[in-house]
C-alpha cells in the first residue's frame, strides 16, 4: 500500500491515503490467464468415450389400487362397493402380499365423514400396506 505524504514546511494538508490497483489488476490478469490455458488440458486430458445417458424403467412399477369413498360415507374399492371392513381388509392383504407391493391411494368425497376414510387406514395399516396416499384436487385459480 503507498501512501503519498506532503513535503516538510508546506502548506499543512492532510496525508493522503491511496491503495495502488494496478499491481493488483496484473496479478490478476495473470492468472486468469494462466487458469484459462491449464482447465482444457486439465478437462481433456486422457480421451474416454463417455456413454450416453439413457432412462428406462428397469423395475415395473406396481399397480395403484385406488379406494374412494362417497359422501354418504360407502366404500369402493376401483368402482366395486366394498361390504364392511373385514372385506376391505381381506383384499388389501391379498394385494400386500405382491412384489412389488402397490400403493394404495385414497379418494374421500368433500362433504364425507372423516370415519370412513379412518377405516380404510386402518385397514391398510391391518393388512400390512406399506405405502398409502390421498388424492386431492388443487384450489381453483382465480
Same mark, same amino acid.
Given at each position: =500500500?503507498?501512501?503519498?505524504? #506532503?513535503? %516538510?514546511?508546506?502548506? !499543512?494538508?492532510?496525508?493522503? %491515503? ?9 496479478? =490478476? ?15 481433456? $486430458? @486422457? #480421451?474416454?468415450? &463417455?456413454? /450416453? !445417458?439413457?432412462? !428406462?424403467?428397469?423395475?415395473? /412399477?406396481? !399397480?395403484?389400487?385406488?379406494?374412494? @369413498? ?23 392383504? /391379498? @394385494? ?5 407391493? #402397490?400403493?394404495?391411494?385414497?379418494? *374421500?368425497?368433500?362433504? $364425507?365423514?372423516?370415519?370412513? &376414510? *379412518?377405516?380404510? &387406514? ?5 393388512? *400390512?400396506? %406399506? /405405502? &398409502?396416499?390421498?388424492?386431492?384436487? #388443487?384450489?381453483?385459480?382465480?
Amino acid at each position: =500500500m503507498a501512501m503519498n505524504i #506532503p513535503a %516538510a514546511g508546506g502548506d !499543512e494538508e492532510q496525508a493522503i %491515503a491511496a491503495i495502488n490497483t494496478t499491481p493488483l489488476v496484473d496479478v =490478476m490478469l495473470v492468472l486468469l490467464i494462466i487458469f484459462l490455458i491449464t482447465i482444457p488440458v486439465v478437462n481433456y $486430458s @486422457v #480421451p474416454v468415450a &463417455v456413454p /450416453k !445417458e439413457r432412462n !428406462e424403467v428397469r423395475e415395473s /412399477k406396481p !399397480e395403484t389400487v385406488v379406494i374412494s @369413498v362417497d359422501a354418504a360415507g360407502r366404500t369402493y374399492w376401483y368402482d366395486t362397493p366394498v361390504r364392511d371392513t373385514p372385506a376391505l381388509i381381506a383384499r388389501l392383504t /391379498k @394385494v400386500a402380499a405382491l412384489n412389488p407391493q #402397490p400403493e394404495v391411494h385414497i379418494r *374421500g368425497d368433500w362433504h $364425507s365423514d372423516y370415519e370412513p &376414510v *379412518g377405516r380404510i &387406514v386402518y385397514a391398510c395399516q391391518a393388512a *400390512g400396506i %406399506a /405405502k &398409502v396416499g390421498f388424492i386431492t384436487e #388443487p384450489p381453483a385459480l382465480n
